[in-house]
């Protein structure tokens, strides 16, 4: 064993032995955050990246930045059923978070986009959100000195759509939250969960296998899925994953969304249809809306009024805040 690896051993070990003791520390610190292999990570291009995220003059009318609708303070999402842009434009779907973005496999509702670099351009673009033209957009952002300086400094070239979404999906990447209750439970601190969020856990995983769906640790399988919330989309604007290929198997399908920090980003479902967790509980005990693409998975199931107590006191063991204190927000 190298000297490296040896050293890492024995902090993994000192730090499983704390738990034990019933202590905790911040396991983010030691999360690997995985990075392609063109945009590897470095505290300056996350520092970019972060004012990047709250400028507002990435926005056409400069009245909007991609914190207007990913607010740090609210889990990075905006608890609004709908986001909204310039010009007090309402977008076509409820705002998810951003936190653990580092270990998505695709991005966006439709589960298309391959990176989070390809993602950044469809808001800044996107009519009723941010509303600019990423040409138009990239020449005045090159007229600051302090953007071109950064451009040129970290990335040896000047400001352009490389470094604009580069140096974003660098400052998405480093928004983790992998510390929450269940964590530290699972990493030997027996004391960070209650009977009743235990009970909650094998309620969740057990009883009605939610882990298909939805397994630890990011609790979700990062597919698209119908997940019955309408009988019907003929009359619905929004259809899903179906507006990219046509193809008509698509139908209701939207990406499965972590359950992280999930009592923090209300309302609920692509369309933020759902006001409250008893709300979706709800729709899924009666086996979904039954439409004809309906998982499978999703079936029938009984609670007495304790599970449903236990399975929602659960929910509050995902949460995890300390990304607030660790970036300063």
Request: glycine share 6%; hydrophobic share 40%; charged share 20%.
């Amino acid at each position: 064993m190298t000297l490296r690896f040896l050293s890492i051993a024995l902090l993994l070990l000192g730090g499983f032995l704390t738990l034990r003791c019933g202590q905790t520390q911040d396991l983010n610190a030691s999360v690997l955050v995985p990075a392609p292999s063109d945009n590897p990570q470095n505290t300056e291009k996350i520092a970019l990246g972060r004012k990047l995220f709250f400028d507002t003059r990435l926005s056409l009318d400069g009245t909007v930045s991609c914190a207007t609708c990913h607010d740090p303070k609210k889990a990075f999402c905006d608890q609004r059923s709908k986001s909204v842009g310039i010009k007090g434009q309402l977008s076509e779907r409820n705002a998810p978070s951003i936190l653990n973005a580092a270990f998505l496999k695709t991005a966006m509702f439709d589960a298309h986009l391959a990176t989070l670099e390809l993602q950044a351009i469809v808001p800044i673009q996107e009519p009723v959100e941010m509303g600019h033209n990423m040409k138009n957009l990239i020449k005045q952002l090159r007229q600051i000195p302090e953007y071109q300086a950064a451009a040129q400094a970290i990335f040896g070239r000047d400001f352009d759509a490389w470094v604009l979404t580069r140096s974003l999906g660098a400052f998405e990447r480093s928004l983790l939250s992998l510390n929450a209750p269940f964590d530290q439970y699972m990493a030997g601190n027996k004391k960070a969960m209650s009977k009743d969020q235990l009970a909650g856990w094998r309620i969740f995983s057990d009883k009605l296998y939610c882990t298909q769906c939805h397994p630890a640790p990011y609790f979700t399988t990062y597919e698209a899925a119908n997940n019955g919330l309408y009988a019907s989309y003929e009359g619905q604007t929004d259809q899903g994953r179906f507006r990219i290929h046509h193809d008509s198997s698509d139908i209701g399908k939207f990406k499965i969304p972590s359950l992280r920090n999930l009592p923090l980003t209300y309302p609920y479902m692509h369309d933020g249809s759902k006001k409250s967790l008893a709300e979706v509980l709800a729709h899924y005990q009666q086996g979904g809306a039954k439409h004809p693409l309906q998982d499978p998975r999703i079936v029938e199931f009984e609670l007495s009024e304790k599970e449903k107590a236990q399975l929602l006191d659960f929910f509050s063991a995902l949460v995890d805040t300390s990304y607030l204190r660790r970036n300063g927000f």
